[in-house]
């Protein structure tokens, strides 16, 4: 049974974790794009001193070009998702134990950050992010981009920069945010299957990198403006190699049947004789999206094989493979390797006697596992022999996966994070929705009570860039934590935000 609200015994302590230990070498900023001064209240208790096979132990450093080592990454035990506690490896990177048993991300203490901040909270580790935006880089030298509709802000698209990488946009809004960050245009690649004739015209205008074409239609828009004197643009034309993604009907675009690209070989064969006519722009090569989620990495070679004589015909310089690799949201998934995905893609572009520039775009692989969101219980209802919901202060206005697409998460508690998950609860959120589900017969701590901090993990892709205002309830703030300190990237909006989209009525 789950603890009366505000009683119940006292909460569990952990005292051990186990597990080899991670290194991550911090970077120096790239020139010309500082870093955002860091919030410091009431945080830096640091982890516990934990040391796994080969490991020295956790230990916090500062100054640019250190090593800080953070353990362990490995599950805990007996983290197999059937009552044990959450597996280790679906936290952030840094993820830790203080010597008070909290858990902590970054260094900082979540119950801490929870009572900073308020809740709901997204709580990004900023050293996660850096890592595998790094990893991405390396994987596709020169042309590995970061997918913002993943989560964007100005603080996010200026790090992913910092390690490297191109950004992707598909809206005048998130271009204009990348912008403001600092991002120089030319390191921009605009997508979007519908392009306004003003989205148009402000990408090439910025001139911005890359501008991936999805239609005839488009075409025609980009020659209209062209034709008035805006600059021609660099193109790459997505196509739909016809492949099943083997993931979720909402997030598969590599099929025929989709809203996304052009056929092969029919209409992208228009599209290219177009292009190539002069009026319109270069194009540069060719661009393809699957789907995401994708697991099955096999799928890529066989889009490979589609598009690959088409790319040769056309003489392509470059192709865009997309993204789509997955994460693990729960206890057993699997998450395949950025490497791995870039070495089968490489290979397949062998085999296939295709010699281009490869680029990537990559989004929830970057920033899903990065974060953890923060919620207050304020209720527990338990009707018997049915189920126990378990209501928390946020829901389906920031995260709508779960409504969207079933999607599963894990839970468990800041105060007990290795402690047993041994009570089955529904977590529901606050909107006026049957719907407003976020975890479906999740597994808890017995001792939960009214008051906790909840945390649900790999949270960091798709949580506040579909976040909404429904029932008027402002967006969650969003924090970046490293290094014991935490700083507030994206504030709590108000309702004094949302009153001021209102006209006065007179």
Not at 96 to 112: P, Y
Not at 232 to 237: F, H, K, M
Not at 431 to 445: A, F, I, N, T
């Amino acid at each position: 049974m789950l603890a009366a609200p505000h009683g119940g015994r006292a909460p569990r302590t952990p005292t051990h974790r186990v597990g080899s230990a991670i290194t991550v070498t911090r970077p120096a900023p790239r020139a010309g794009l500082g870093r955002p001064p860091w919030r410091r209240a009431r945080l830096g208790r640091g982890v516990l001193a934990v040391r796994g096979p080969g490991a020295e132990g956790p230990r916090e450093t500062t100054g640019e070009g250190t090593t800080m080592t953070i353990g362990p990454a490995s599950r805990t035990p007996g983290g197999d998702g059937r009552g044990g506690p959450v597996e280790w490896s679906l936290l952030p990177l840094t993820a830790g134990l203080n010597g008070r048993g909290h858990l902590t991300v970054g260094g900082c203490d979540l119950l801490e950050l929870a009572a900073e901040f308020e809740t709901p909270l997204f709580v990004y580790d900023e050293l996660h992010l850096r890592q595998r935006c790094r990893e991405a880089a390396a994987a596709f030298p020169g042309g590995a981009s970061y997918a913002g509709k993943a989560f964007l802000c100005t603080a996010m698209a200026r790090l992913a920069h910092e390690e490297g990488l191109s950004i992707d946009v598909a809206s005048a809004g998130e271009l204009m945010t990348v912008r403001a960050a600092g991002v120089p245009a030319a390191d921009i690649i605009v997508h979007g299957n519908n392009k306004s004739r003003d989205e148009l015209r402000l990408a090439l205008t910025e001139r911005v990198g890359r501008l991936v074409v999805d239609s005839l239609d488009e075409v025609a828009r980009i020659e209209q403006l062209v034709a008035e004197g805006h600059p021609a643009p660099d193109v790459l034309l997505r196509v739909t190699p016809d492949v099943d993604p083997r993931t979720h009907a909402s997030i598969s675009t590599g099929q025929v049947d989709s809203k996304f690209g052009l056929r092969l070989p029919s209409a992208a064969e228009e599209a290219v004789a177009r292009l190539r006519s002069g009026t319109v722009g270069r194009l540069r090569g060719l661009h393809m999206h699957l789907g995401s989620q994708i697991t099955d990495l096999s799928v890529y070679a066989k889009a490979i094989r589609v598009v690959a004589p088409h790319a040769r015909r056309w003489a392509a310089e470059e192709l865009s493979v997309g993204g789509g690799v997955a994460v693990a949201y729960t206890a057993g998934e699997a998450s395949p390797a950025v490497s791995t995905w870039a070495d089968l893609v490489r290979g397949a572009c062998r085999e296939a006697g295709l010699d281009v520039r490869l680029r990537c775009e990559l989004g929830r692989a970057l920033v899903g596992p990065a974060a953890v969101t923060l919620y207050t219980v304020g209720s527990i209802k338990h009707i018997p022999g049915v189920r126990t919901y378990v209501v928390v202060d946020g829901g389906m206005a920031d995260n709508l996966r779960v409504a969207l697409y079933g999607s599963r998460y894990e839970l468990l508690l800041p105060r007990a994070a290795t402690a047993a998950r041994t009570a089955t609860v529904t977590v529901v959120g606050k909107h006026c929705e049957s719907g407003d589900v976020l975890v479906r017969d999740g597994r808890v701590p017995s001792d939960l009570r009214v008051g906790d901090i909840l945390c649900t993990p790999v949270t960091g892709a798709y949580g506040y860039s579909l976040a909404t205002p429904y029932n008027r309830i402002g967006r969650p703030a969003v924090v970046f934590a490293r290094d014991g300190a935490a700083r507030l990237v994206l504030r709590r909006e108000t309702v004094e935000d949302l009153l001021r989209l209102d006209v006065a009525i007179p």
